[in-house]
């Protein structure tokens, strides 16, 4: 007889999955992940910690776990870290913790980050779906990322030029099972969920 798993809820299902989100820094990632978690009910967002300084339209907790660059120091040497790395000069991080758990919980765990990090999280767990974002163009992005009002002229210009490499490395990696092109944002949202439930069902059936 095989013993159920401990704290097994009613709500439980052996459905998980694990979303990767990328693209370059203004594309709407955010807008389109916050909309895929609106849709599908048993999906999370993780919460990334980071040594990014936080905005004023950032909310400590929701968007990122603000922490020092001792304290993310601290909790790579503790293995806290599912992945961790270095975009445009600050440390971001994916806690394993929540990941764990709620994947046994059966949920859609999504994390949104960047290349280099789902490529650490495709080689730990390559069952996980990887979906990159696409700006229509060069200027659309640049236009986005100074109509989010949140970074300098100095720190648009220095995400702008990661844009370029980042695109071209998420090609080349093999890491994305889907490139989306976030030109008409709610076609971009349909598609993001399309993709997303068909990937599920497909591991469901498995
Ligand atoms: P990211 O998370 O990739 O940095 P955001 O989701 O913060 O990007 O979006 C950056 C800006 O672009 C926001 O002001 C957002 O409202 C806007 N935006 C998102 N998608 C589109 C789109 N398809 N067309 C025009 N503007 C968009
Ligand atoms: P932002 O500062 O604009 O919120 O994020 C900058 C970049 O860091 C984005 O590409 C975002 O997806 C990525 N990012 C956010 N959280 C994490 C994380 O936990 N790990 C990694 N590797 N990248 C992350």
Do not use: W
């Not at 120091?73 to 994916?94: I, P, Q």
């Amino acid at each position: 007889m095989t013993t159920p798993p401990r704290h097994r809820l009613a709500t439980d299902t052996d459905n998980g999955m694990l979303l990767v989100i990328s693209g370059p820094s203004g594309v709407g990632k955010t807008t389109i992940t916050r909309a895929v978690e609106r849709s599908i009910p048993d999906s999370v967002f993780s919460i990334s910690a980071t040594t990014r300084p936080r905005s004023d339209v950032d909310v400590d907790g929701v968007d990122y776990h603000f922490i020092s660059d001792t304290e993310f120091d601290r909790r790579v040497a503790a293995g806290e870290f599912l992945e961790h790395a270095v975009y445009a000069g600050n440390k971001y991080g994916t806690l394993k913790g929540p990941v764990d758990a709620q994947l046994a919980r059966g949920r859609l765990m999504i994390l949104e980050i960047d290349v280099q990090g789902a490529k650490q999280v495709k080689a730990k767990m390559p069952r996980a779906f990887g979906l990159f974002v696409l700006p229509p163009s060069e200027e659309a992005l640049l236009a986005r990322l100074r109509a989010r009002k949140r970074d300098t002229e100095e720190v648009i210009q220095r995400r702008y030029n990661v844009a370029r490499e980042e695109i071209a490395e998420a090609k080349r990696c093999g890491v994305y099972d889907a490139f989306i092109v976030n030109d008409d944002l709610p076609k971009a949202i349909d598609e993001a969920l399309r993709l997303v439930r068909e990937a599920r069902e497909k591991r469901a059936a498995r």
